[in-house]
């Protein structure tokens, strides 16, 4: 087992480094970038992310990236002089070739020096550290009850296979799946957070404004109160995957010879069923846990968390790659890739763990 792990852990040194090559390659070609944003903004166009969604980068923008540049003025509709866009372009290293920027960026990166929003004057790990808290509340939370709500139901159906119950509440999850998760957020803004009938739940942020004057009970109440209609609407499309996966699993082990012997011997149903069955059937639900959670959470639902007014990782993978923030595009790619490639290695231990039969180290 232990020569396994060794692989995959040298194992994601190449696939690490093919995801940021490809991903380097494909900005190439991609038209636009950070030196023709600052140009449009001074000369008065607008810029990618104010044309696309209707908002503004942050203030000052402009004036944090030409602040190192020196006789540079707004000239307006009279174009730019060709020495301010070299100024910019050395400021941001463009005016090295393609190679030399992608062997210097992954220089920094194995020094864990993620760079500088290009935008934000903030450094890549503060930002991703100052949006984490609301991924991590939208992950952590529908995950958890994405499985405590479907593993139950899951086994219900299976033990109920072909009854009434079973037919109905796969009908049910089957239409809840079916529901776009934004209509869904949408229809529980105008439902219960001021729309056109009830005002239970607020409709932006984790917290409210003097959170910090509650006590420990009071916050606690607060933040659930604000997370609750977020949650729901990112948690109703995963519970049928989940209960049906758990159903066909419990449904596959129970028509297996193990289990007519555990009967035959008098064990009682719940002793067959929790005592034998449990275990086999749950092992690729449980151990697919840290997958589902880390994907949740670094997935991000973009939609959601703007119908909600949250400013989490979704939102920021989205404005940066279309305001053409490289640091926080690649610096954040290679986090997360590296997060994920991780998480696979623990969901396979996970494997061993629960049903210690399998054993990926005898595997030629």
Do not use: C
């Not at 001021?194 to 009071?218: A, C, K, M, V």
């Not at 990112?234 to 758990?246: D, M």
């Not at 763990?353 to 030629?364: C, E, K, L, T, V």
């Amino acid at each position: 087992m232990g020569a396994y792990i060794l692989r995959r852990l040298l194992l994601i040194v190449p696939v690490l480094f093919g995801i940021m090559v490809i991903n380097f390659a494909l900005v190439q070609f991609v038209p636009g970038g950070p030196i023709e944003q600052i140009i449009a903004n001074m000369q008065g166009q607008g810029d990618v992310l104010q044309g696309v969604t209707g908002g503004q980068q942050d203030a000052g923008v402009t004036s944090d990236v030409t602040s190192g540049l020196t006789g540079t003025t707004y000239v307006g509709s009279r174009g730019l002089p060709p020495e301010f866009i070299a100024q910019l372009e050395a400021q941001f290293g463009f005016d090295k070739p393609p190679l030399e920027r992608f062997l210097l960026m992954i220089g920094n990166y194995l020094r864990l020096d993620f760079g500088e929003s290009y935008f934000r004057s903030i450094s890549v790990v503060d930002l991703v550290l100052e949006k984490m808290p609301v991924s991590i509340s939208l992950g952590l939370w529908s995950t958890l009850i994405a499985y405590l709500v479907s593993i139950p139901l899951g086994i219900r159906k299976a033990m109920k296979d072909g009854s009434r119950f079973d037919t109905w509440t796969s009908a049910l999850i089957i239409v809840a799946y079916a529901i776009p998760g934004f209509l869904f957020a949408i229809l529980l803004l105008v439902l219960f957070a001021g729309g056109s009938y009830w005002q239970w739940f607020p409709i932006r942020g984790l917290t409210s404004d003097n959170w910090e004057s509650f006590g420990p009970l009071h916050k606690i109440a607060d933040y659930f109160w604000h997370i609750a209609l977020p949650v729901l609407a990112s948690t109703i499309a995963s519970f049928a995957t989940l209960t049906l996966l758990t159903k066909n699993s419990f449904l596959d082990e129970i028509k297996k010879q193990y289990v007519m012997t555990a009967r035959a011997k008098g064990l009682t149903e719940t002793r067959v069923l929790y005592g034998h069955v449990f275990r086999n059937a749950m092992l690729i639900v449980v151990a697919g846990f840290p997958a589902v959670f880390v994907s949740v959470f670094f997935g991000g639902s973009l939609i959601i968390e703007t119908i909600f007014s949250l400013d989490g990782l979704g939102r920021l993978a989205y404005e940066s790659a279309v305001g053409r923030d490289y640091p926080v595009v690649f610096g954040t790619l290679f986090m997360f890739s590296l997060i994920g490639l991780v998480v696979n290695l623990i969901s396979d231990l996970m494997y061993v763990w629960i049903d210690p039969r399998i054993d990926f180290g005898s595997r030629g």
